[in-house]
């Protein structure tokens, strides 16, 4: 193919994608004449350069939308939705033929479906006649000749009238080569010096030859000159080169500064080999960036065609489209965000009629954001539809046999929201044609983690759903910390990276503990499990006792201790690919040349963690509120007469001393007012029956949560807070019930739900001033 | 030199692993680096000598003293740098020596009596006046060709 129909065919590409922005613009501003402007402007490019190019399908196709936007330009004709289809059916066309002219250079052949295009568009321009404002005679005779099956020739004098036409409006098309009628005076001047460097048509297209659609002149009227006319092309395999290029001469200037660090005159020129150095490698990185609008553009069409299948109203709404990221991570996030928003569409919005019953606008809103955090770039998908049903995706999950029933009974909601990425995870109640069919999600996640970024969904019932993905700014460079193990260098993504312990000589033997095999670190009160890379990756041992560092690493929620031999400078590092041979190893996610020239291996913490089994841990961030923790309870240990009781710590809201006065008696049982509210009480310790009628005497009650309601319970000491296992009975290997071991001891829980709420008690003077309580602590 | 034989000739890039001579075609050597900086990779398989810098990229490198069952060089290794459908390679040899001009005349295939894995690395030998200088083919020495051919 030579390069002036590649030129074409980018060029092409890029006119039909903002004629596809800008048709979907146009159906919720009818009237935008400047959008107007912007579409025939793409089609008109099309159809002058395929003319020259001799692609006459092409040709044909384009000059039947152009006479149809024509018409629509000048404002003889109302966009309404039908033109909209028809043009964006127009568009599919073009970019098959031009897909066809990229893969086999022709550009293919598929008469019945043109004519029939071609006469879709030609109904469109006469169809609604209440619509046609001024001049439809003029307008019928002007585009009469543009019929299929005509002869070319005829074509022709519909492409001459409609110039015409188009010169009326002030916005000259590109003169036609071999078609040089005169021009009118107002652009004459314009006119000749766009055509001037064009060949005949029968030239040899040459490079010097390229038509300047480019350069194109703009209409006066319209204000906004695309950026294009400052932009060039350039080929990322160029960039690519270019950045490691930089890299090399990063190194060799590192290299530079080391040899001429005695000579002064030569330090002073090696700062600003320096400066210039570091210059041209954020320049080149920028080169790279894009900003998310050159992705988020199709996503308008997109949401128009499902919601229109779907029989759904959907409104998208678009921020932070300048945002700017790497051109390769731009591609990578393609598909997965493509998938998010089907899946936003089909299984987060309702239907129109649903959502009016739950109060919400019949037209539900799929808001789709970009922006800047830190390092990462994050783009969200957030619908205001159904969200997620958490107790579904259980029942889902289990069903596919995606996790044992038992375990997904003990997952909080933070984990079953992580079951939607499991591979084979669907919970469309059929298969549609958008979705449905069990891959999405995984795809989602895996695409995204790939290109080293995440992916969080936060969801709630009847509100809706927000995915999240979090990618990084470049996939080139990353912040890293190098570590040492057994004299090689490796690096650890700082995103991964949370906390450091160094252990010196002596204390490594004592501070590291083990449970058999399994090595294990109290960080702050709690095992983390530890992973030593020299063993991991067979090394050559090190002693038991030497110095080692831990790095504390937490992949997608695997929390774990990476012990190496020491630390070296965190550094930004460019990512190198490692051939395949190596990747298939899966601890290393590339390599990376440091500043001091040597080369290192980047780890990837996740696959370690899943080598290692690492288990996923609740924990929110930094290990707080574990309570949720399967089989790790927090407890408050009380004594209750002269018998210890263990009461769930998260549900205890507050300990109080009080005064007996304070304590009501609702029928037989006793009752306490607790910030405005009446709590039924358990008398566990029979305080209230020892301490007789002494109104001064003080207890002590313990207030709870359970469920929704608050219940108090007597107690005669509160012991301590304590962490405690559940014990599994012996060979159920189930939970047993009820009761924990604390201190070493088997204590009973005290079973919240067992005391009888207030609904129970006769005739209690507060009954109608009874609500559940809202958790205070 | 290449004057002197009727059967046409080529160019091949001598280098030395052990007691032998091998020999591959210059017109498949990218480019030839001395003695550089590697990097072992543990895991790695077993003919990976591990990785060298070459312009900005990382290259994985073959040992042809690993592939072969040697024992492992006592001194610095020289790197062959080739390049395959997928990218760039290494290869470790002990050193690079001198450009020969062979013929194919003086070529001959592998003798049957050679052991299973060289049959399949070498690719015959050319006889030079006083040694046989054995003949390598870079797209034997990929390192995904050799990953399917020799599993560990």
């Known amino acids: 193919m030579d390069d002036l129909t590649r030129e074409f065919l980018l060029e092409s590409r890029e006119g039909l994608d903002r004629m596809e922005r800008c048709l979907t613009d146009l159906e919720t501003h009818p009237g935008d004449t400047e959008l107007l402007a912007e579409i025939f402007r793409s089609v008109h490019t099309i159809k002058g350069t395929t003319g ?16 149809l936007l024509g018409l629509l330009r000048d404002g003889k004709l109302a966009a309404h939705p039908g033109i ?18 990229d893969t086999t250079g022709a550009e293919g052949e598929s008469p019945q479906a043109d004519s029939a295009m071609i006469a879709r568009l030609e109904e469109l321009q006469h169809g609604d006649a209440s619509v046609t404002l001024a001049e439809p005679v003029l307008a019928a005779v002007e585009t009469a000749p543009s019929h299929p099956g005509k002869s070319r020739k005829s074509r022709g004098a519909g492409r001459r009238s409609s110039r015409q036409h188009g010169d009326s409006q002030g916005t000259p098309p590109p003169a036609e080569p071999g078609e040089a009628g005169p021009p009118k005076e107002a652009e004459a001047a314009l006119r000749d010096a766009e055509s001037q460097p064009r060949p005949a048509p029968a030239a040899v297209p040459s490079p010097s030859a390229r038509p300047a659609t480019q350069a194109q002149p703009e209409p006066p009227a319209a204000a906004t000159p695309g950026a294009a006319d400052s932009t060039l092309r350039v080929d990322v395999e160029l960039l690519n080169r270019m950045m490691n290029l930089v890299g090399e001469l990063v190194l060799t200037r590192n290299q530079i500064l080391q040899a001429t660090s005695t000579d002064a005159n030569f330090a002073l020129l090696g700062r600003r080999l320096d400066m210039v150095t570091a210059d041209l490698r954020e320049s080149v990185m920028k080169a790279r960036m894009q900003p998310v609008s050159h992705l988020f553009s199709r996503f308008p069409r997109l949401v128009r065609d499902l919601a229109l299948a779907l029989d759904k109203r959907v409104r998208l709404e678009m921020e932070g489209q300048e945002t700017e990221l790497d051109k390769s991570l731009l591609e990578a996030i393609r598909d997965p965000l493509t998938h998010s928003i089907r899946n936003a569409i089909d299984h987060g919005i309702e239907m129109p009629d649903v959502r009016v019953a739950q109060g919400k606008p019949a037209e539900g809103l799929v808001r789709l954001r970009a922006c800047h955090e830190g390092s990462h770039v994050i783009v969200e998908v957030h619908d205001d539809g159904a969200g997620m049903s958490i107790e579904r995706i259980r029942q889902k999950a289990v069903e596919r046999q995606l996790v044992p029933p038992q375990r997904a009974e003990q997952m909080n909601e933070r984990e079953i929201l992580q079951l939607i990425f499991l591979p084979g995870f669907s919970t469309a109640a059929a298969v549609t044609s958008v979705s449905g069919r069990g891959v999405g999600m995984d795809v989602v996640r895996t695409n995204v983690e790939k290109i080293g970024g995440k992916v969080e969904v936060d969801s709630h019932a009847g509100k809706g759903t927000i995915l999240r993905l979090r990618i990084p700014l470049t996939l080139a460079i990353i912040p890293a910390l190098i570590v040492h193990s057994r004299g090689q260098n490796f690096a650890v ?33 709690r095992l983390l499990p530890l992973v030593f890379l020299d063993r991991l990756l067979q090394q050559a041992p090190r002693e038991r006792t030497a110095p080692c560092d831990i790095a504390i690493l937490n992949a997608d929620g695997r929390r774990f201790g990476l012990v190496v031999d020491g630390l070296a400078d965190p550094e930004e590092i460019v990512v190198k690919p490692l051939a395949a041979v190596l990747r ?13 020239g040597e080369m290192a291996l980047i780890l990837n913490p996740g696959a370690i963690a899943q080598n290692a089994n690492v288990s996923l841990s609740s924990e929110a961030d930094d290990g707080l509120g574990d309570e949720n923790r399967a089989g790790h309870h927090d407890f408050l240990l009380v004594e209750t007469g002269n018998r210890r009781a263990a009461l769930p710590l998260e549900t205890v809201v507050r300990i109080e001393r009080i005064p007996r006065s304070r304590i009501e008696r609702a029928g037989s049982r006793p009752v306490l007012r607790f910030e405005g509210q009446l709590l039924p009480l358990d008398d566990a310790a ?13 207890t002590t ?11 108090g319970m007597t107690v005669s000491q509160v012991l301590d807070v304590t962490g405690g296992k559940q014990l599994e009975q012996a060979g159920s290997g189930g939970v047993a019930g009820g009761i924990t071991l604390l201190h070493e001891r088997v204590t009973s829980i005290v079973s919240l739900s067992g005391i009888p709420s207030l609904e129970c008690v006769a005739e209690s ?3 109608e001033d009874f609500q559940p309580a809202e958790g205070q602590r | 030199m290449s004057d002197v034989h009727a059967s046409p000739t080529q160019e ?5 692993v052990g007691d032998t001579l091998y020999g591959v075609p210059i017109a498949h050597v990218l480019e030839i680096l001395g003695k550089p900086a590697t990097q072992p990779v543990p895991l790695a398989p077993y003919f990976v000598g591990g990785l060298v810098h070459y312009r900005g990229e990382v290259l994985t490198a073959v040992s042809l003293r690993r592939l072969l069952g040697m024992e492992p060089a006592k001194t610095p290794e020289d790197v062959l740098v080739f390049e395959n459908p997928d990218g760039l390679f290494g290869l470790f040899v002990d050193s690079v020596g001198e450009v020969l001009h062979v013929s194919q005349a003086e070529h001959e295939p592998n003798p049957a009596t050679l052991e299973a894995r060289r049959q399949h690395l070498f690719a015959g030998a050319w006889k030079l006046k006083d040694r046989l200088l054995v003949s390598l083919e870079p797209e034997r020495l990929d390192p995904m060709r050799l990953a399917s051919a020799f599993p560990a």
């Open chain 1, 584 to 596: 298939e190893i899966g601890y290393y996610a590339g390599a990376t040349i440091l500043g001091n």
């Open chain 2, 12 to 16: 091949v890039c001598s280098v030395q």
């Open chain 1, 701 to 711: 009650v313990v207030v709870c949560r359970d469920g929704d309601r608050h219940v």
């Open chain 1, 84 to 101: 909209i289809s028809g043009l964006l059916a127009l568009m599919d066309i073009l970019r098959g033929v031009l897909q066809s002219i």
């Open chain 1, 765 to 767: 003077p507060a009954m």
């Open chain 1, 52 to 67: 020259f190019l001799g692609f006459s399908r092409l040709e044909a196709l384009s000059h039947a939308g152009e006479n």
């Open chain 1, 493 to 525: 993504p700082q995103a991964s990276l949370t906390e450091l312990v160094h252990m010196s000589a002596g204390e490594t033997d004592s501070r590291i503990e083990w449970l058999e095999n399994a090595a294990l670190y109290r960080l702050r009160g």
């Open chain 1, 686 to 698: 029979s305080e209230l029956i020892d301490a007789g009628d002494d109104p001064e005497a003080q």
